[in-house]
């Protein structure tokens, strides 16, 4: 089973509707993230939480809201999806205590705004 | 100017072929270096991490320049399945990472 999750995998919606991605983890992380990558550029951070707590914003944030439920769950919403928002988002772990400062990354959400 | 800068290539080299990434980074303050893999339409993975001393696994080698601020890749004897985008990646405190936008390698037959 894989260690990060993310659903849905696929989504296409509509200008101005809401919509939540959904990342949960099994690897006992307390740091998740939330990025979003288009093509031909390198991933961008939109929020982080190095605890259930602990909320901070990324470098875009904006038209996004997040919300660490658990340890494991950490959810992105579109409170009104525009069409530039169109990209590929990724949720990853990570844990201080290894030196290496590796993330672990889920599969993915490939979402269309229509 | 953007923090971490990477040739988009396509690189297209044969299979058996080195080949040679470099990637620049503006803050100097850096702590940690990495490469990563990413594969199409898939999560990226770490490749391996850079030392200043430089580091090898197999057939790849990363090294780190400080003074002139980029760190390097590079694949040897290159095989089909190397076929990816090679995203340089840096840590500058904390847990945070700045990735740039990726060099995609093709190796040809």
């Known amino acids: 089973d894989a260690d990060v999750t993310q659903t849905p995998r696929n989504r296409i919606t509509k200008t101005g509707k809401r919509i939540m991605l959904e990342c949960s983890q099994t690897?006992?992380?307390?740091?998740m993230y939330w990025y979003r990558q288009d093509p031909g550029l390198g991933l961008q951070l939109i929020y982080y939480s190095f605890d259930v707590k602990d909320i901070n914003k990324g470098e875009i944030s904006d038209g996004y809201s997040v919300s660490r439920q658990a340890q494991a769950k950490f959810s992105l919403s579109l409170e009104s999806a525009i069409p530039n928002q169109t990209a590929l988002y990724f949720c990853?772990?990570?844990?201080?205590?290894?030196?290496?400062?590796?993330?672990?990354f889920g599969p993915g959400t490939r979402l269309t705004v229509t | 100017r953007k923090e971490v800068e990477q040739d988009p290539g396509p690189f297209n080299v044969p299979e058996g072929a080195t080949v040679a990434f470099n990637c620049t980074y503006s803050?100097?303050?850096?702590?940690?270096f990495f490469w990563y893999r990413q594969d199409c339409r898939k999560e990226p993975k770490l490749l391996m991490s850079v030392y200043s001393s430089g580091n090898e696994d197999g057939r790849f080698t990363a090294q780190l320049n400080r003074a002139s601020q980029y760190i390097s890749l590079l694949i040897r004897d290159s095989k089909l399945s190397d076929s990816a985008t090679y995203l340089c990646?840096?840590?500058?405190?904390?847990?945070?990472?700045?990735f740039g936008g990726g060099t995609r390698l093709m190796v040809k037959p």
């Open positions: 990853a772990t990570s844990d201080l205590r290894w030196t290496s400062h590796e993330q672990y």
């Open positions: 690897k006992g992380h307390d740091r």
């Open positions: 803050n100097s303050a850096s702590q940690s």
């Open positions: 990646v840096m840590n500058n405190a904390g847990n945070m990472l700045t």
